[in-house]
């Protein structure tokens, strides 16, 4: 950064400010993405912020909570959510991850979803947070989707998630696509992006489905 303040310091203050800002965003950035590969160690840090929208928050009103993927080897990165209930975060690195939403208000469950990252990381789970209710149980659910196993890249198809259980009729899940294989809007629409094969998940409380897709 010292160098590159002296390297344009004959231009306006304007500019060399505007150069320093760009020098300390541009390191903090390595800093949050540094080490971030698929197999690094890095003995249990956490990775900053990002700016990758991973999903969104579908319960309304939207609830602010503490958002982190966890991967085996210890590394955790945070997210944010903003006002309508986008979760952002850094770029990932491939493999297996324990996503965890936490909300802020303690009337509601924190929960945990294991989720399969690869390349695309844009809108891959759609969050449904539930209020505690002694008097709600969860028995099953169960995902339809038409044309599962054949699915065109650039399509968009329906997600129906059934939920079996007491007081149960009126929760949502939430629904995630492993993978990478495409995105998943707050309305479970899945939009297929990758060709291959991957599953859809549904999951309330510790109640958890999924179904494979096929992409063409």
């Keep these: 950064m010292i160098v590159v303040k ?8 304007m500019k060399t400010v505007y150069v320093i800002f760009t020098a300390i965003l541009a390191g903090i950035s390595l800093i949050v ?7 690094s160690d890095t003995g249990g840090s956490t990775r900053g912020e990002g700016t990758i929208p991973i999903g969104k928050i579908s319960s309304r009103p939207i609830y ?3 958002i982190m993927a966890t991967y085996q080897n210890g590394v955790s990165y945070s997210g944010t959510v903003i006002s309508d209930g986008t979760v952002y975060m850094a770029p990932l690195p491939y493999g297996d991850a324990k996503l965890t939403v936490a909300p802020v208000d303690e ?4 929960a945990s979803y294991d989720i399969n990252v690869k390349a695309q990381q844009r809108y891959i ?6 209020k505690i209710d ?7 659910l169960s995902i339809e989707i038409p044309n599962a196993k054949e699915m065109e890249v650039g399509k968009t198809y329906p997600i129906k998630v059934t939920v079996n259980g007491k007081n149960a009729a009126n929760l949502k899940p939430t629904v ?4 990478g294989a495409g995105s998943i809007d707050s309305g479970y629409r899945f939009l297929a992006q990758v060709p291959g094969d991957s599953s859809i998940h549904a999951k309330i409380g510790d109640v958890e489905t999924s179904i494979p897709v096929t992409i063409y």
């Design 176 to 179: 995630w696509v492993n993978g």
């Design 125 to 130: 789970i759609s969050i449904a947070i539930q």
């Design 134 to 140: 002694p008097a709600v149980t969860v028995d099953s």
């Design 64 to 66: 602010q909570a503490q």
């Design 33 to 39: 993405m540094g080490c971030g590969g698929a197999g």
């Design 6 to 13: 002296g390297y344009i310091k004959a231009t306006s203050n």
């Design 107 to 110: 009337q509601y469950e924190a």
